[in-house]
């Protein structure tokens, strides 16, 4: 049976409706039922983030809905987290602790797990550093009850296993890097697919690649990265399903899972998969969040193509005006839905018009052994023909360097 949640937003100054939506998709996301939602606007109060007379309304809510849970919007301090626990009497977390209930849900790889511990444990040593503080102050009142040689013993133990994982997240990201090179180096065009979270990145690529991955429909469906090999009008190509992008996702979130982003920078195309059936405030919204994570990872707008999707939804005329909002990006726009094969060929001609060193040659090869299977593995042909001395011409094209070493090899033979 699903858990029963209460989700509680504290705003500033107004309530914003696209907070409270993308903390209903998460809370479901990762397996609860919102049984209720409590909204305050006004300044941080320092005990327990909302005010008090709303604690109280929230401890009612929990009692009268039977919730397991409470989930707020706002990033809690540890006092807080401790607080309201003590007030509501059950567990109490933060957006943070809630996106990553969600990737350790779906984390399969053993790079996507450790960079789910490395995100809690930094989490945990800003904890600790809190009740280093408090209790220097003499303000922890029982709260942790270890005392302060203990919280200092653990920032140690935290300190130290933080550095243990980050040499072995950083093995492992040399060994990747590794493998994409040697993609590269058999010929293999790379493609990823980016985007925000539910944009429809695993249908299209499943699509692209016609082999089937998870996908539910609920955000971060995809955690770690997905390769696959497939032919893109012909061409050898590597297509990668990378995470789905969330705005202001916590900064040491995003430094976590700069691992699984991180290969993005080494394809040679990115499509950015934007869902356009949503309003033109959300496009924007997830739109910009998007080119800003492609910035951070130093990805180069040259490479990136533009997935309008899920035009199956919309009107000709709406599709029209939100392509002409992102194509002033300055970006190519390609209108498609996933879901139902549309526009996928437009689609596959602007990705293969980016394919870098791409040179066309002519060869010709013995018809036995196995060089033919060998081309066709490595470019695209155009053209095959048969001579008159018992040889085959191929007319192909690829990567200049790949062609290279083929021409090489069978001057060889
Ligand atoms: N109508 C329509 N729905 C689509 C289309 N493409 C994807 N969807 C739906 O949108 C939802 C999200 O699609 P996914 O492919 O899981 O999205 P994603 O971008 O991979 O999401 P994450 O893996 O969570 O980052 C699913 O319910 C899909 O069926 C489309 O072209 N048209």
């Not at 039922?33 to 007379?53: A, C, F, M, S």
């Amino acid at each position: 049976m699903a858990k029963r949640a209460i989700l509680v937003f504290r705003f500033d100054y107004k309530a914003n409706d696209s907070s409270i939506r993308e903390l209903e998709e998460l809370a479901s996301a990762a397996g609860y039922e919102v049984v209720g939602t409590l909204i305050q606007t006004r300044v941080e109060d320092p005990k327990y983030n909302i005010g008090r007379g709303k604690v109280h309304e929230l401890r009612d809510m929990v009692t009268r809905e039977k919730a397991d849970k409470v989930i707020f919007f706002n990033t809690l301090k540890p006092s807080q987290t401790y607080n309201l626990r003590k007030e509501l009497g059950v567990d109490v977390i933060d957006r943070y602790e809630l996106i990553l209930e969600i990737f350790a849900q779906r984390a399969g790889s053993q790079e996507a797990k450790l960079q789910i511990e490395l995100a809690r444990l930094k989490r945990e040593v800003s904890f600790a550093r809190e009740y280093i503080n408090l209790s220097k102050r003499g303000e922890l009142h029982g709260f942790l009850g270890g005392g302060k040689y203990a919280v200092d013993a653990y920032y140690t133990y935290l300190s130290n296993r933080i550095a243990l994982i980050e040499r072995v997240l950083e093995k492992i990201r040399a060994q990747k890097n590794a493998r994409w090179a040697r993609r590269s180096e058999a010929g293999l065009y790379a493609v990823s697919l980016v985007g925000y979270t539910g944009a429809g990145k695993s249908t299209l690529f499943q699509r692209m690649t016609q082999e089937s991955v998870y996908i539910d429909g609920k955000p971060f469906a995809t955690l770690s990265t997905l390769s696959r090999r497939t032919k893109i009008l012909g061409y050898p190509v590597i297509v990668t399903d990378t995470i789905g992008f969330i705005d202001s996702l916590p900064e040491q979130l995003i430094d976590a899972f700069y691992t699984t982003l991180g290969e993005t920078l080494l394809a040679d195309v990115v499509v950015l998969v934007v869902d356009v059936s949503e309003d033109i405030g959300e496009i924007k919204r997830k739109f910009n969040a998007s080119i800003s994570v492609l910035s951070d990872l130093g990805v180069p707008l040259g490479k990136v193509v533009i997935a309008a999707n899920k035009i199956d939804l919309m009107e000709a005329e709406d599709i029209k005006r939100k392509a002409a909002v992102l194509q002033a990006s300055g970006l190519p726009v390609v209108p498609v839905s996933a879901k139902q094969g549309v526009g996928l060929k437009r689609l596959s001609e602007v990705i293969v018009s980016k394919f870098p060193d791409k040179v066309t040659e002519t060869l010709l090869i013995p018809s036995d052994g196995g060089m033919l299977e060998e081309v066709l593995t490595k470019c695209k042909v155009v053209d095959i023909s048969g001579t008159w001395d018992g040889k085959i011409r191929l007319v192909v094209e690829g990567r200049a360097n790949i062609i290279e070493k083929l021409k090489a090899r069978y001057r060889e033979q």
